[in-house]
């Protein structure tokens, strides 16, 4: 009897794996196409100035509209564009995309619309950073100040060097550089004085559990940092008023989260900075 459970619970197992592993493999081959077939968008997610209490950018996501499965999470394909090297011509269009669309912003009367957007690893590997994001400029005419770059300590696995040296061409143009993600990962404290940065992003889980006292200790002492490095700072995940009010204590006065804005696709863009802007 035993024995039988057990071999059912197997039976189980090897049937999920075997689901997970399918979708993986289906993913991965239509993700070869989604370029093509024109799949992909961008949706912007405001970042909001509490205290001048207006917008002052937007974050870039990527999405994947799959025409049998629906919308993909970025969590699930972005990995799977990564090993399939993809991720750098995604990457590429993100940036042409949200380069046009904040020099459109732009011209429709939000003077300091800056856009930032989502680098991994890879594309620094793959030596078309500098290229793609001048490209992506020029194209749109959009001024570099107005953009910026979101990287994660997962940068640093690689060579330091290397990254340091592709950011800092960036940043002569006037493109700014975020750290995102920042205190969820290893040697987060090492990263900033190693990498030229403007902007540090506070992880969502600081500002999720706030209201555990280690957890707001370590964000106030974040802001300090932040503010005697003379770095920008935005909170993540931002989604009640509670902890609205304890980011102003803290001192730290962009955010980024639900409460002020989901991810929207440019026509809700549109309608938001309208009865918002
Ligand atoms: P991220 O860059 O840290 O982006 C923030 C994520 O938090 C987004 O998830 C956003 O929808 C979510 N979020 C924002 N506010 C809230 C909130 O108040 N509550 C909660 N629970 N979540 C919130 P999303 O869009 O699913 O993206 C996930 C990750 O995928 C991004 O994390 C980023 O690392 C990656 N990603 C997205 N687009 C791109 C891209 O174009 N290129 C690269 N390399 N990565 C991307
Ligand atoms: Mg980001
Ligand atoms: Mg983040
Ligand atoms: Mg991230």
């Known amino acids: 009897e035993a024995k039988r459970a057990g071999k059912n619970r197997h039976a189980v197992f090897d049937a999920e794996l075997g689901r997970r592993m399918e ?4 993913l991965e081959k239509d993700l070869r196409k989604a370029m093509a077939l024109e799949e992909f968008y961008v949706v912007y997610q405001p970042q909001w100035h509490s205290t001048a209490e207006r917008p002052i950018g937007m974050e870039a996501l990527a999405r994947w509209r799959h025409p049998e499965l629906g919308v993909v999470s970025p969590a699930e394909f ?3 564009a990564e090993e399939t090297g993809l991720i750098i011509p995604l990457t590429r269009w993100v940036m042409f995309e949200s380069c046009r669309q904040a020099a459109e912003w732009r011209r429709d009367g939000w003077a300091e619309a800056c856009v930032s957007v989502n680098l991994s690893v890879r594309v620094f590997e793959s030596q078309h950073l500098f290229e793609m994001t001048t490209g992506a400029l020029g194209a749109a005419g959009l001024e ?6 979101e990287i994660t300590e997962s940068l640093l696995l690689y060579n330091v060097q290397e990254i340091v040296h592709q950011l800092t061409e960036l940043r002569a143009l006037g493109v700014k550089i975020a750290m ?7 040697s987060s404290l090492g990263s900033l ?7 540090l992003k506070i992880d969502q889980l600081f500002i999720r559990e706030s209201n555990i006292s280690s957890k707001q200790a370590i964000l106030q002492a974040i802001v300090t940092l932040a503010s005697e490095l003379r770095m920008e700072m935005v909170a993540e995940g931002v989604e009640t008023e509670e902890q609205i009010a304890l980011l102003r204590d803290a001192g730290c006065h962009v955010m980024q989260g639900y409460y002020y804005g989901k991810p929207m696709e440019k026509e809700a863009v549109r309608e938001w900075l309208a009865s918002r802007g």
């Not at 979708?23 to 289906?26: A, D, G, T």
């Not at 004085?193 to 902007?199: A, G, K, V």
């Open 23 to 26: 979708r993986k493999l289906r």
């Open 78 to 80: 972005i990995p799977l």
């Open 193 to 199: 004085d190693r990498l030229p940065l403007d902007t």
């Open 144 to 149: 570099p100040e107005r953009l910026e770059v």
């Open 180 to 186: 995102d993600d920042f205190g969820s990962g290893y």
